[in-house]
Every structure is written in structure tokens, then in C-alpha cells.
């Protein structure tokens, strides 16, 4: 089992950029497969950002281009790079791991608010 704590988020200005990271407990991080949802009010739960156990990773058409994830195994960590934030980005972000072997069990952070607002 991990345990995910997200940090970094905030109120920012649009055009703005904030940088998340997600840190997670226990051993065997690099096997998982780490990714970034987001949830505004009214909405479901989207998947931003997603990175793989070999690095590749993929983006939601929304932030592609300004979005980066990336992965630390040695610090246990993911982070999400925000750049060109936009009013529409609002919403609370969530870190997920999802294990890469086995039942595939999928793991939450509690979430960190995001607001672009001038």
C-alpha cells in the first residue's frame, strides 16, 4: 500500500504557473504508474497528466503543451508542472498511483486546490 501527499497549489494569476508535487510513502514507487486528475465543481474527475514506470507519459488535449509531469524515484515523488495557467485549470488536483502489477490496486492523495483567477 503507498500513501500520497500533494503540495503546491494555490491561488495564481492566469498566464501563471504553480508546480505540484506528489510525494509517496513506502517502497516499490518506481513499479508505479503515477498520474494527475483534477476535479472542478459540477464536473467528473479527469486525468491531466499520466507517466508510466518506463517514463513515456501522456496528456489530456487540454494541457498539452503547457502541462509537465515528470517522476523522481529516488525522492519518491511526481510532480506536475503548470505553465500558461488558464481561469478553466480551477479545480482540485489529485496525485494517483496505480500499481503496474497484480489486482492493479489504485491509490489517492486527499487533493490540492488550484485557482487561476485575476
Known amino acids: 500500500q503507498v500513501q500520497l501527499v500533494e503540495s503546491g497549489g494555490g491561488l495564481v494569476q492566469p498566464g501563471g504557473s504553480l508546480r505540484l508535487s506528489c510525494a509517496a510513502s513506502?517502497?516499490?514507487?518506481?513499479?508505479?504508474?503515477m498520474a494527475w486528475y483534477r476535479q472542478a465543481p459540477g464536473n467528473q474527475r479527469e486525468r491531466v497528466a499520466q507517466?508510466?514506470?518506463?517514463?513515456?507519459?501522456n496528456y489530456a488535449n487540454s494541457v498539452k503543451g503547457r502541462f509537465t509531469i515528470s517522476r523522481d524515484n529516488a525522492k519518491n515523488t511526481v510532480y506536475l508542472q503548470m505553465n500558461s495557467l488558464k481561469p478553466e485549470d480551477t479545480a482540485v488536483y489529485y496525485c494517483?498511483?496505480?500499481?503496474?502489477?497484480?489486482?492493479?490496486?489504485?491509490?489517492w492523495g486527499q487533493g490540492t486546490q488550484v485557482t487561476v483567477s485575476s
Open positions: 494517483n498511483a496505480e500499481e503496474s502489477w497484480g489486482t492493479r490496486n489504485n491509490y
Open positions: 513506502g517502497s516499490a514507487f518506481s513499479f508505479y504508474i
Open positions: 507517466i508510466i514506470t518506463s517514463g513515456m507519459t
